[in-house]
Each structure stands twice: as structure tokens, then as C-alpha cells.
């Protein structure tokens, strides 16, 4: 039994009410709850939000009838690993059959592809890990152009390897977690405390379809992308 998750908070700083802005047509949230109803793998779907318009739109759309997420995971230092834990133990009590993954679409990443779910959950059935987490490969790597200053203000690589490394190439491969795509093993979202703690692997998806919206700028630009996307997809 697949349930498929969005976290939908309703304050953000950076782009107020982003979740529910409308981008190319529809509002942000429905880019990732669309793939989550469309996809065969997924059983049912369930969003863990504090904003009412959001919870009615899901549910009118056949989301998990959870309530509202409570107070303490509604605040902008709550974490993931809380939401999650809260909405798989309220799902779970609606449905006839055990969780056995737990997929999580970022709704601030509306770029990924049907196909991008179903290598992940895949990654995910063939692996056994804890978690598989979206990644891309890093643009920027700290062992050869990322940069920190000294206590003098002074710049030095910020992590030298011995004899130091002077092409990317010989520099080790470093990812970037894109906060895209997870699945997730409900017994360890119940017995651990957070991300790391468990063998979590990387599913990894284009730099270009990992763009998440943080930012008016981010707004605008995965605009463009989706508009792209959408005409591509008609003169194809």
C-alpha cells in the first residue's frame, strides 16, 4: 500500500500563500497532487496542511479526510520528519491495509515527471533502503570550487584533499538533496528522529527538473520552465 503525501503549510515567507498561488493555470499544490492521483502506483493520497482552502481542495479532490495538521507542526520550524510521522499515523487510521511506502512530493517542485515517481518508488521496491531521497548532481563542489573564508577573511577550498585537486573530474561526486521526491519506510519514520539517521539513498533526477520555489525569482522562473514544458508537450 502506497500513500502519497504533500506537506502544505499555508504561510511561507518568501512567496506568501505559494502553495496555492496559481502557476500555468492552476494552483502550485495541484502540479504535484495531479501526478499523485494519476499515478498508478499510488492507493491514496493524503495532505498534511494548516491552511482550510487547501484542505477542502484536497479533499474535494479525494484526499485522506485527516483534519488539520496540528498547531506544534504548523509553525516554520517544524520539520518534515514531524508532518510525516503525524500524517502516516492519521492516514493510517482511515485505511483497511498497512502503509508500506510513504512518497512524499514537494509542492514547491512542480517540475518532476510522472516518470520521476515511478524510478523513485522502483529505486525504492528494489533497494530496501530506509528512504530514497531526490537528488542532482551538485552544481558547485566543496572539494573543488566551493570556497570559505579563514579567521583573516582569506579563502581556502572548503574541504582540500591531499596534494589538493585542480580539474572537477578528479574531485569526489557530491549531490545535492533536491527536495522533489522521497519515499520513505513507515517503520523507520516511526523509530527514527530524522532524515539521517538511517540508510538513505539518492534518486537522481536532472539539475533542471529539481528547481524548487523558495523565492518570487524561483516563482518566476519555474513560470517559464512549466510554459516551456506545456508548449513543448502540445507541438509534440
Keep these: 500500500m502506497i500513500l502519497g503525501h504533500i506537506g502544505a503549510r499555508k504561510g511561507s515567507k518568501g512567496v506568501p500563500r505559494k502553495n496555492f498561488r496559481e502557476i500555468c ?37 479525494g484526499a485522506l479526510q485527516i483534519g488539520l495538521r496540528p498547531a506544534h507542526l504548523a509553525t516554520d520550524q517544524a520539520g518534515k520528519w514531524g508532518v510525516w510521522a503525524h500524517a502516516l499515523d492519521a492516514s493510517q487510521a482511515l485505511l483497511d491495509r498497512p502503509v508500506t511506502a510513504f512518497l512524499d512530493l514537494d509542492c514547491t517542485s512542480p517540475l518532476r515527471l510522472p516518470e520521476d515517481i515511478t524510478g523513485a518508488l522502483d529505486l525504492f521496491a528494489s533497494e530496501r533502503p530506509d528512504m530514497v531521497m531526490s537528488c542532482c548532481e551538485a552544481r558547485k563542489n566543496p572539494y573543488f570550487n566551493l570556497v570559505e573564508p ?70 518566476r522562473l519555474v513560470e517559464f520552465l512549466l510554459k516551456e514544458a506545456q508548449e513543448g508537450a502540445h507541438h509534440g
Design 150 to 219: 579563514d579567521a583573516t577573511g582569506a579563502l581556502h577550498v572548503s574541504k582540500p584533499l591531499p596534494g589538493g585537486v585542480v580539474a572537477r573530474q578528479q574531485a569526489p561526486v557530491v549531490y545535492e538533496h533536491a527536495a522533489s521526491t522521497y519515499v520513505v519506510a513507515p517503520d523507520y519514520l516511526h523509530r527514527s528522529k530524522g532524515l539521517w539517521e538511517g540508510r538513505v539513498i539518492p534518486y537522481l533526477m536532472p539539475p533542471e527538473r529539481c528547481v524548487d520555489i523558495d523565492s518570487p525569482f524561483d516563482f
Design 25 to 61: 493555470g492552476k494552483p502550485l499544490i495541484d502540479w504535484s497532487l495531479d501526478q499523485l492521483f494519476a499515478h498508478p502506483g499510488v492507493d491514496a493520497v493524503v495532505v498534511s496542511t494548516d491552511d482550510e482552502e487547501i484542505y477542502d481542495h484536497a479533499v474535494a479532490k
